[in-house]
């Protein structure tokens, strides 16, 4: 198999310089961009897809599994059609992988906030993480890019 009859990968948009961070700025990782020269790239976020402005109050996933702001406003129902969108945008485009940022509450792998706003992590997943996997596709971060095929 060649690089270009890999599957396009789903990569959280603000690793590719979108400024759609809840502080409306990005978050660009040279490791994900350079992943354009032999992949394509679908961008996402799934918060933006949600209808969620940018910039907005920074969420954190609570231990219920609800999502709440640092404004006390539960914007659950929010992350979780953004997680849907996610999944529908993968099953679109035939992706069997993401490359997800991580930490947040919409896209992190493994280790996230621990809804207090104070810095801390926990492990856990992001809905949107959370929602590819439970429909079997492979999350990543961006970290883990040099274990990706190109
Ligand atoms: S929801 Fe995901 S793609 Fe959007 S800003 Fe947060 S980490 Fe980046």
Redesign the pocket.
């Known amino acids: 198999m060649t690089s270009n009859d890999l599957p396009p990968l789903l990569v959280?948009?603000?690793?590719m310089g979108e400024p759609?961070?809840?502080d409306g700025k990005d978050?660009p990782c040279p490791a994900v961009r350079k992943l354009a020269n032999t992949r394509t790239l679908i961008p996402?976020?799934?918060?933006?897809m949600a209808g969620l402005p940018t910039p907005r109050a920074c969420a954190e996933l609570q231990p219920s599994g609800r999502v709440v702001d640092a404004d006390d406003i539960d914007r659950t129902a929010a992350f979780e059609a953004g997680a849907a969108e996610a999944v529908r945008i993968a099953r679109e485009h035939g992706c069997t992988q993401a490359i997800?940022?991580s930490k947040?509450p919409?896209?992190g792998k493994g280790l996230i906030y621990d809804g207090t706003f104070s810095g801390t992590l926990v492990p856990g997943m992001g809905k949107?993480a959370q929602a590819l996997i439970d429909a079997g596709i492979e999350v990543l971060s961006e970290n883990d890019c040099a274990d990706l095929q190109s």
């Open positions: 959280s948009a603000c690793l759609c961070r809840y978050y996402i976020c799934p918060e933006v997800l940022k947040s919409s896209c949107a």
